[in-house]
């Protein structure tokens, strides 16, 4: 039996920074030969960011990267040199996907187009990740995520009604994204294997992220209505929040959402004499005095700590959470159940917790089979083994500065 | 959707069953969305999330909710009760003819109605059945319950979002499980991929919290390396380089937008057209006019320096409302972008040009409604939006009848016994 669903598929990928790299760690993780093209002159600007192991910077150093990257290939080329155009045509004809995520006209400009592409391998499917799609005014408009957060309308959802919108730190939709894109990817890879047809994939991080906004926008549509921030209140729940616990900058999420849940709550603050009043027992009541219940809720809640307040409201019944930190998370033994952190040696990070995949497949289940690649660290091996090519060829590539060394 | 028609769709000869609640919708959405034929399976007398608002013109119906329109677009709908005996068996004569079932349930619940993997990978081995849940099938928290702010919260996206001075803070349109459908999709895909390989269909087991983890950027490489956590800071840049604060969120004359200073070659090109920019409009001053662009390295830079370069660019904010920022920060490839209302997403022209929005009739509204477009285009199998969600039953004749066979007499039959 396959163990690897993508057991022989090749992609090279010319993208970087997070959206596009991140559709790829789907594939390689289900075990897909997937190769990085990166330079030493142009690293991924993962690469260049913290954190660094011991807090020195290099670019086999930086978790961010690595954190991404299990079971990828590294290849480096310089672009710029015509021996390093040769080499990423090479794999474009060994691959069966090419990834990119520069802005729209940096691969038109290198003869890598999705044009140049077809021409190089007829039925090659190539996935174009970007901020706002390869077409329209706007297309070529730089920008991160952090812009994007807000052009897709998440910052104006974000924070207090009273107060100015809070940005993510996170670039949120180059997380959500890859799943849309994977979802559509590979679909085309079977297609692809059923009619020998390839084809380009336009995505768009703006149109995707909406997506995830689709009932604030058909409401606008429809009733004319701007949803904006609230807090953490949610109209038809009370208690609904983040309530302080013990210990510094401690919290737990807790949510009730009925009479039952409401009963079961009131149990486990042992029926403290303020939950008896008559105006917090229906949800219109708890709703209307919720300033007053949230005050009391976090008078119980500070006593405890954010684990045993989840712990005890899960006991009864009432859904809450600890509000984790990366420690917490690191440590979470659920996480820790489901083994989504892959623990490997890498060769300048040590014991390196690289992520894995947020769900499990029952019988072919996402692997780590190698550690994040260190840059241009398959350099060779992908060229002499995949590519074919004879040592002289391979060296007179490396004089020529193909590898951008 | 010009000249989709003719083309084909990656899902067009594949079935799923649709089980899920406001948890698994955008699962099947996406699936649909592909091409597939998702039924959206639902209880007799219409599904409990139904009643998630906003509703179509403020009218609190069972046909009327936004969230069910926008997320079961492109579904057909039935109605099945598989607590019942005569339901199950239903069920699992639709599931000989599908190839996928999406579920929302408790863990544990679809075994106990005999329902589970094991139960219907004896009637189809080609199934795949994606189960969505808060924490996933197995350890320790499988049974926890949790909504949007547990989820939010267990996932550590609330840990660093929010200002120090107030409470950690969720976005405010429910996310966490939104994520975990999308994820849902593409683990489904990779299922379906190795069945058209191998005639295997599998369990697909979904945690919704590790969605959410999966967000987080550098966070846990940030502790795990440098044993440092990861705050919220406000509407400033944090994490990425040393100490020093960068304003993310600015004020403007009728709102806010999303701009940084930063150093490399991106922030010079942005840098170098603002302080352009507000020269013309005499309102920089020495300071930003001596600025070498080129040597500005944010791993240099005191909090002080930093703040002394973002203190005239906020006033200059304060001049222009986000529209004439953003036509201008366009033109001059300066990176900006408004904080956009929901208004301002359904005038953006980017959008309007690439034709995202698609109407799409209600004849019982006696109107269309405005939704939004394919998530990604494909040239060759573009995603094509169909129809409307189905109303409560609304292809049980068409599913029952015409598919499965039933007489109308057994369908009556059904229906009073509170099956169908």
Redesign the interface.
Known sequence: MQEKVFDGVKVVDFGWVLAGPIVFKFLADYGATVIHVESHKRPDILRVSTPYKDGVAGVNRAGYYAYWAANKYSVSLDLDQTGGLEIAKKLVSWADIVGDSHRPGVMERLGLGYDDLRKIKPGIIMIRSSNQGLTGPNASHPGFGNHLNGLAGFVDLVGWPDQPPISLIVAYTDYVAPHFAVAALVGALDYRRKTGKGQLLDLSQLEVGLQLLAPVLINYVVNGVEDSRMGNSCSYAAPHGVYRCKGEDRWCAIAVFNDAEWESFCKVISNAPWAQDPKFSTLRGRKENEEELDRLVEGWTINYNAEEVMRRMQDAGVAAGVVQNAKDLYEDSQLKERAYFWVMEHKELGKFSHLGQPSILSKTPAKPYRPAPCLGEHTEYVCRELLGMSESEFNEFLIDGAFGL | MENNITK?S??ESFRVLDLTDEKGF?CGK??AD?GADVIKVEKPGGDKSRNI??F???IPHLEKS??W???NLNKRGITLNIEAKDGQEIFRRLVKTSDFVIESFPVGYMDELGLG?SALSKINPRIVITSITA????????N????D???????????????PE????????P?AY???A?????????????R???G?G??????M???V??????????????Q??????????????TGTKQR??W?CEDG???F?VMGGA?GA??NRGIAQWMQEERMTNKFLQNMDWDIFDMAKQTQEQQDQVEEPIARFFMTHTKAELYEE??KR?I????????????E????K??G?WVDVEHHELGST?????????????P?VIKCRAPLIGEHNLEVYEGELGLSRAEICVLKQAGII
């Open positions: 084909a990656i899902l955008l996406i699936l592909l608002g906003p179509h013109q403020n936004l969230y329109f926008a997320y993997y924490f996933g099938q197995t350890g320790p928290y499988k926890y319950k949790a909504s702010i547990v989820g939010m919260a267990m996932g550590g996206l609330m840990y660093i979002t929010g200002t107030h409470p950690p803070v969720r976005i405010s349109s996310q939104l994520q975990a999308a994820h849902a999709a593409a683990a489904t895909m990779i299922a379906h991929y190795y058209e390989t191998t295997e599998q369990h697909v087991d979904v945690s919290q590790q969605c983890v999966w967000g987080l950027g550098n966070a846990i490489p940030l502790w795990e390396l440098n440092i956590i990861l705050r919220r800071v406000g509407s400033y840049l944090s994490g990425r380089w993310l969120v004020e806010y937008v999303l940084v991106f090109k942005t920060a366009l490839g990176m900006l972008a408004p904080v956009s209302s929901p208004r301002d997403i359904l953006n022209t980017q959008l040009a690439r995202f409604i405005r939704y939004l477009g394919a998530f990604v285009k494909a040239s060759e199998t995603c």
